[in-house]
């Protein structure tokens, strides 16, 4: 049987999309910063570190944001909640099956949500 999430999950939903997507680009650029200023590598191994993260975190912010429809609601907010982008009041802001749901996903395939935390 399949449960869709309540009408009021996917106008949170469309609301915190907005404010986390916002968070994934500060926490990108803060990431970008620390590359560049890594006095201990050549220019060249820095833009290629930048360039690594730029490939991997666009990828991030496709299974994350790109196209929401009711359908990848689940998916998208699982990725988003395996990113930590929710403030624990926001999560709360969901139905209790929503959130269940989305912390099941996030446990059993968490490891292709989980944001790369090396640049290396």
């Not at 790109?66 to 609601?73: G, I």
């Amino acid at each position: 049987m399949h449960h869709a999430p309540p009408e009021s999950d996917w106008k949170a939903f469309r609301k915190l999309r907005e404010v986390t997507i916002q968070r994934f680009c500060q926490r990108v650029f803060d990431e970008l910063e620390q590359l560049r200023e890594n006095g201990a590598k050549t220019s060249y191994e820095r833009y290629l570190d930048v360039h690594r993260l730029l490939q991997t975190r666009d990828e991030e912010l496709g299974i994350a944001f790109d196209n929401p429809r009711r359908s990848q609601m689940m998916v998208q907010l699982a990725a988003i909640y395996a990113h930590e982008l929710l403030e624990p009041e926001e999560f709360a802001r969901f139905s209790t099956f929503t959130r269940q749901a989305v912390e099941l996903f996030a446990e059993t395939v968490g490891w292709l949500l989980e944001p790369a935390r090396s640049t290396e």
